[in-house]
């Protein structure tokens, strides 16, 4: 294949992660020059899935879907699409043994949300892994480059890692989502009467992700390390300011992490990695 071409979608990839992420692309300027575009082309299809499910509304989106699932599982069929952001993908999922099941997963969460509102527990479970778990999956493959006994030694803590970032994001936008989309993801809330003990728990079952995830990070490739360690850092450090706020605040605004934080945090990471103390 033209080697302009591949090298052009992995740099489309790499600018959506740009535009749509300042803080998964500082973490991706991290690794090792060789993982940065793999990862990016991962971030890349996995935002695109999300843009028609969260903000195509004049459109119907599930025509949409269904063809950027037809159209993906095409790409990874014949090796190239025309599609730069599943041609640089494809060519991931390819290099990388990616398992079809976690994609399949991914896009079954994007369906979820086209219809589903409210969650119960074994649903809200469903959506987590295909949303967010296998994503840290994926991201896995490339760590460990084809080494299954690394990858399966890491496995779960990379699945502890991606829920917690979800059901952070879940706070987060607990607003947003419930006024724009009308979706509740935490089973058994009512988002006009969210309660601080309701807020409590679920805190102490995203801390019960964060430590699980800990032990994975910290045997992590060194290729790889500093930057998960650093998207954890951030998302810790979001944890916490949830955490100490109180719930009609998170009902009412979308907590931050200031950039001035993140370039203080971006120092601190680089060195404890460098002195090996994480």
Same mark, same amino acid.
């Given at each position: ?5 591949? $090298?052009?979608?992995?740099?489309? =990839?790499?600018?959506?992660? /740009?535009? *749509?992420?300042? !803080? ?12 940065? /575009?793999? %990862? ?5 299809? &996995? ?5 028609? &499910? ?18 993906? +599982? ?10 730069? @952001?599943?041609? !640089?993908?494809?060519?991931? &999922? ?22 589903? @509102?409210? +969650?119960?527990? =074994? ?5 987590? +892994? ?20 690394? +990858?399966?030694?890491? /496995? ?9 970032? $979800? ?8 607003? =947003? ?20 003990? $309701? ?14 995830? *800990?032990?994975?990070? @910290? ?8 930057? @998960? ?14 955490? *100490? !706020?109180?719930?009609?605040? &998170? ?17 601190? =990471? ?6 090996? %103390?994480?």
């Amino acid at each position: 294949m033209d080697q302009l071409y591949e $090298q052009t979608c992995m740099e489309c =990839s790499e600018l959506i992660t /740009k535009r *749509y992420s300042t !803080s998964f692309s500082m973490g991706i300027r991290l690794f090792h020059k060789e993982l940065r /575009k793999p %990862i990016a082309s991962i971030y890349g299809f &996995v935002r695109f899935a999300d843009e028609i &499910v969260d903000t195509f509304h004049n459109q119907d989106k599930r025509r949409l879907l269904d063809e950027f699932k037809r159209d993906t +599982y095409q790409a990874i069929d014949l090796g190239i699409s025309l599609n730069p @952001v599943l041609q !640089s993908f494809q060519q991931v &999922v390819n290099t990388y043994s990616i398992d079809l099941e976690l994609i399949e997963a991914f896009l079954d969460s994007m369906y979820m949300d086209l219809e589903q @509102v409210n +969650y119960d527990e =074994s649903k809200l479970d469903k959506y987590i +892994y295909g949303s967010a778990e296998v994503v840290g999956l994926m991201c896995l493959r490339v760590f460990t480059k084809g080494d299954q006994v690394a +990858y399966d030694q890491l /496995k779960d803590s990379a699945r502890s890692l991606g829920s917690a970032f $979800q059901k952070i994001n879940f706070l987060r936008d607990i607003k =947003s989502d419930y006024a724009d989309r009308g979706r509740v993801y935490f089973p058994d809330i009512d988002f006009i009467r969210f309660t601080e003990d $309701q807020k409590q728990s679920i805190e102490e079952d995203i801390k019960k992700d964060f430590d699980a995830a *800990y032990k994975g990070i @910290v045997q992590l490739p060194k290729s790889a390390r500093l930057g @998960v360690y650093l998207a954890y850092r951030y998302y810790l450090k979001l944890f916490h300011k949830i955490s *100490y !706020s109180p719930v009609q605040k &998170v009902k009412e605004e979308r907590i931050r992490v200031p950039n001035s934080l993140k370039m203080v945090l971006l120092a601190k =990471s680089t060195l404890r990695n460098r002195f090996d %103390i994480m």
